[in-house]
């Protein structure tokens, strides 16, 4: 398909358990390949099943390195952190080594915690090109947004930049994401979708018009054979 392979699953349950199963060899295929594997990860309500199937399976986490595709700016103990949501349902539980977490540090000022986190992934990935993610995972907001790009941000339209601090205003909120240049340059996304307030949105993406400014989710997934779509019936009852 033009716009990746669809995987639609009866619940949010039978979705995220067919998605861990397809992370969990995508990695292992990285590992096998390079050693290592690079996974950027997203937070929101959606990814806590996926996080917990994954966390509960015998996978060998010692080479895996654990990104963000974006954050909240806001302590690391906050119910609003993405890290946190990550540590207590897959970090934690699959005790994945700290050194292996590279983590936004959403404490800091937002311009501050994306120049770290830049800084980070360029030291990591030995290059001050736009890093290549053997695994991102993204979801989608009923808005279409992804990461933290809504529709209308002016970031969309940069590809040549890692990463960048954002106001979003219909949130009130402070946040860091990776831009368009990173989340198009990975190796493999899987995006994941549940609930029936992601219909309408999910149509537009797959179905209408290629306009990423207004439909974020788009990047990397329309036209790619990349990108790999797990869904619920209620997200896909409109495609």
């Not at 995220?16 to 295929?29: D, K």
């Not at 993405?82 to 983590?103: D, F, K, Q």
């Not at 053997?134 to 890692?162: C, V």
């Not at 979708?193 to 989710?217: I, M």
Request: hydrophobic share 40%; aromatic share 8%.
């Amino acid at each position: 398909m033009s716009d990746g392979a669809i995987r639609i699953n009866d619940d949010a349950q039978s979705a995220a358990s067919a998605c861990a199963e397809f992370v969990l060899a995508t990695l292992r295929t990285a590992l096998e390949t390079n050693g290592r594997a690079t996974f950027a990860i997203s937070g929101g309500s959606t990814p806590r099943l996926l996080f917990s199937r994954l966390a509960a399976s015998a996978f060998d986490w010692s080479n895996v390195h654990i990104f963000w595709v974006d954050e909240r700016c806001v302590p690391p103990e906050s119910d609003q952190s993405n890290y946190r949501l990550a540590n207590e349902t897959l970090i934690g539980p699959a005790r994945i080594n700290t050194s292996n977490v590279h983590r936004i540090q959403g404490e800091l000022q937002p311009n501050d915690a994306a120049k770290q986190y830049v800084a980070e992934i360029t030291k990591f990935f030995g290059s001050g090109e736009l890093p290549t993610f053997d695994l991102i995972h993204r979801g989608m907001g009923p808005d279409a947004h992804t990461a933290s790009l809504f529709p209308g941000e002016p970031l969309i339209d940069n590809h040549a930049d890692i990463a960048a601090a954002v106001w979003v205003e219909k949130m009130k909120s402070h946040r860091v994401t990776l831009l368009p240049g990173v989340l198009l340059k990975a190796q493999q996304t899987v995006l994941q979708v549940a609930g029936a307030d992601k219909a309408d949105a999910l149509f537009r993406v797959l179905r209408g018009p290629e306009d990423a400014k207004q439909y974020p989710c788009q990047l990397g997934t329309r036209g790619s054979d990349r990108s790999v779509w797990f869904l619920d019936k209620a997200a896909a009852a409109k495609i």
